[in-house]
């Protein structure tokens, strides 16, 4: 059993007091509209409007306030005029065409790329596809391995009809696989709306529900009901921060209309199970008829189970009992018959695996069926014939299997690549499972593996000639931290790459939410080496690389410790001489932009060039925003004092100072993004452009069709990878990546 990973992905993305020298100078405040060495000519120049705060006797300025307010004639005219300065200059840049096209030739060297797989009865496959000449993935469907694919749904038919890009947020086949339930959204906002499909004949059956952002579906066993969960219809005049709060768990018949809903389980309430309003509740249906409600805070990988029967939620008596709560330190669980299997931090920080009969389960007296050990166990998911469980040593994982019996022992899964994958097209009423396995220099393919631990690459993911490389490798290190942690970091390369300090390199990294950042293959990747490139990447703490406890380093209070890790990281790659601060790029999205922005305001000599995308810059104001209360249990709140010193200490708008020689900054960010509101990157745009006094440009790249990212087309995905390259190459001195003059007016 998995819980929704899209609901976590929907977080941002996503410490000690700050030096009063990292404040607004009351002073500085009345120079900065004036300070415009990185302000482009001929462009509209921010006001400054300074709107002061007191937290815990400590003023904190805000200069651009009013930026937040995106529909403002004066901010919209602003942004519109540095968005396309920017994608003027960038497209202006010697190579960076060239390198688009060279981009679009290696992804499409493919004949299309494959993902998403799920299974259903009678051997059917689900999965989403994406054509070579393709611009967004199509959900289709195939009768066993071997069978004729079909489009079942293809989202460009919408964005033909509406002019808006559309995409599949998430589907989810119903066992019998007879029909689909999918969520859709415009423009890169996640706003998914769910609509169910017939499989046979690719009706939609019923209306289109919407507010099913992370869908969270499962099916009755029967096929004919859909357990969804689904956020508020906030009321006219509600703050926009309740958008997220009081949301439900909901069941309704296949192709039902908004009158057939019924609301089982809603944050805030009471009964029948007491549910914090900031929280989430799902459903889970077994195959069994056996009812699991998990209740999550959004953005911690622990939460809290009851169980019950699908037939009591029928009868309207579910009488919830039950399993485990948060504080029991529970992130993954499965369920197989009458028994429950869990991973825990508790009491283990690398995790230990429990179990026990589903009756009267506790897990302070629960079996430890796998101990903690210096490996860190990770997620569960029950197939027919075993409970499968991925196990990660560093950041590479490994598959292990566990019978549902009383003695069984932990098995591997020999898997033909070293690397990375995630557990896809697992059913509990199905046997075995199939995984997307992929590494730093193999791409994904989609692998079943047999009840009998047979492994067998599918075919599903057509191989192209880039698929494995042979000239690229991956350096593994560990960097010693500003206090004596090992931090792990992967360097991806040419192989025989000089260590001369020439080399144009990207660091990248996240470091929120325990989240670790494992071996990925990348097409776009192979063309930024072939450009010179060297690729890094970190995993500060902040990730769970190596467990809770390296998670617990590098959240709220400890947050600090994932940029110095990061420096560190940066360091290395120049004390070993891969690169130099002339040549040194970093690159981080979402919360990752916390990373980024952090490192530069600390170390701004060491980097040429910083990227925040959809970055997290204004801490202080994150709860504010709709998703910044789910962000709460990870960041901390302004409502306390410790949290407040935490936000302060995060925050890359209120740690830039005048005059200070900041490297060359691209922000990149779509404008309909629902986790991190665009004004993020408004606000530090107009702040670094009014106190660099380095001249090195700023520029700030917004997207009007896209979001966060997710559902970004091709298209899109092709455009800003080029960019960003190109920037990178042009700010670092290399040849043939001048900027060419602009055009004569």
Known sequence: MSRPDTLRRATLFTA????????????????AAAATSSQPPGLPVAAVRNVPETFFGTVVDDPYRYFED?????????????????????????????????LEAIDASASARVGEVQRAAGGRLFYQRRG?????????????????????????????????????????????GQKVALGVSAGGSEDASMRVLDVASGRQLGPIIERTLWGGISWSVDSRQI???????????????????????????????????????????????????TEFPFIEILPDGRAIAQVQDGVSPEFSAWHSTEAAIRAGRPAWKPLFKQADGITSMAVMGDRVFATTHRGAP?????????????????ATLVPESARVLGRLAAAADAVYLDVRDGNVKKLFKLAATDGATLQEVALPVLGSFSLGGVSPSLPGMMVELQSWTRARQIFSVAADGTVANTGLQPAGPYDAPA?????????????GAMVPMSIIHRTGTPLDGANPTILYGYASYGITEEPFFSPSRLAWMEAGGVFAVANPRGSAVFGKEWHLAGKEATKPNTWRDFIACAEYLVAQKWTRPSRLAIWGGSAGGILVGMAMAERPDLFAVVMPAVGALDAVRFETTPNGVPNIPEFGSRRTEPGFRALLAMSTYHAIKDGVKYPAVLLTHGVNDPRVDVWNTTKVAAR?????????????????????GIGDTKSQQLDERADTFAFVLWQTGMPGWELAAAPAR
């Open 350 to 366: 690398r995790y230990k695996l429990i179990g026990g009969r589903i009756d009267g389960f506790s897990p302070a007296t629960a």
């Open 70 to 102: 995106t529909k403002l004639p004066e901010v919209a005219s602003w942004m519109k005029a540095h968005s396309e300065h920017a994608h003027a200059t960038l497209r202006r840049i010697g190579g960076r065409d060239l390198l688009r096209k060279r």
């Open 227 to 277: 357990y969804f969960h689904r956020i508020q219809a906030l009321k006219k005049g509600a703050p926009p921060t309740d958008k997220y709060q009081r949301s439900m768990a909901c069941v309704m018949p296949a192709g039902g209309s908004e009158r057939s809903i019924r609301v089982l389980l809603r944050a805030g309430d009471k009964s029948p199970i007491e549910i914090p309003a």
């Open 471 to 483: 000239n690229v490798t991956a350096t593994e290190v560990m960097v010693k931290s500003h206090d």
């Open 16 to 31: 000690a007091a700050l030096p009063a020298a990292m404040l607004f100078p009351r002073h500085a405040l009345a120079q």
């Open 132 to 176: 070579a000449t393709d611009d967004q993935f199509k959900l289709c469907v195939r009768d066993g391995i071997t069978g004729a694919e079909r489009v079942l749904f293809d989202p460009e038919t919408l964005k033909k009809a509406t002019g808006t890009p559309h995409a599949i947020n998430w589907y989810s086949a119903s066992p019998d």
């Open 688 to 708: 670094l452009m009014a106190a660099s006094g380095s001249g090195k440009p700023v520029l700030m790249r917004l997207d009007y069709e896209a979001g966060h």
